[in-house]
């Protein structure tokens, strides 16, 4: 296989070389979902077509063996190319589950100040973000001092992220009122 030819299936479904086949199938069902064709907003037809194939690929342990190997030779030739940080869709896509995360915590402190946490799979549920991509995100959100761990485990907002959710929020509104300003009308 050519290197132009090859696809990184762990970057496709955005998991470890090292991610267990239970969560290569929770991943693919999560994509899978987000990106069917039939979806209006966030279907892409080729981006399913890549998703299904690395799952049926990565899931059967046999043909996963075979790929590894093809996948270590073009890691030790192409080291940047499994860096999921160089694809600017990622990038996007990262910033609006952090913005997400932010969100959901700001309104749980606001509606209970005596219980303001969210435990790791409420946040889960709620973000719609699979585990194995949401701790990366609370680990982030957690160093820049946006979040922290309460006495009882539970994730809550701190003052800093209150106001980076309402910085989010302001330019969240002015983007959707920004058509009514210029005249145009919103589909």
């Known amino acids: 296989m050519e290197p132009s030819e090859f696809k990184d299936y762990y970057e ?3 998991i470890s070389p090292n991610a267990n086949s239970d969560t290569v199938d929770r ?3 999560f994509l899978a979902q987000r990106y069917h064709p039939d979806i209006q907003g966030t279907g ?3 981006r399913f077509v890549d998703i299904v194939k690395a799952h049926e690929t990565l899931r059967n342990p046999e043909t ?3 790929y590894d190997i093809e996948y270590r030779k073009y890691v030790s030739r192409n080291p940047l190319q499994s860096d999921s940080s160089q694809n600017p869709e990622t990038l996007f896509e990262d910033s609006e589950i952090q913005e ?3 969100s959901l915590l700001h309104a749980k402190r606001r509606r ?3 219980n303001p946490g969210l435990g790791n799979l409420e946040l889960e549920r709620l973000s719609g973000c699979p585990r194995e991509l949401l701790e990366f995100h609370l680990w ?3 160093e820049k001092g946006l979040i922290s761990r309460l006495d009882n485990g539970l994730m809550s907002i701190t003052a800093n992220g209150v106001d980076r959710s309402n910085q989010s929020a302001k330019r969240s509104r002015a983007a959707t009122h920004l058509p009514d300003f210029l005249g145009l009308a919103m589909a």
């Open 12 to 14: 496709i479904l955005e």
């Open 27 to 29: 991943i693919f069902r």
């Open 112 to 114: 209970n100040m005596n």
């Open 44 to 46: 892409n037809q080729q």
């Open 64 to 66: 996963r063996a075979q």
């Open 100 to 102: 997400k995360v932010l």
């Open 140 to 142: 982030y959100l957690k």
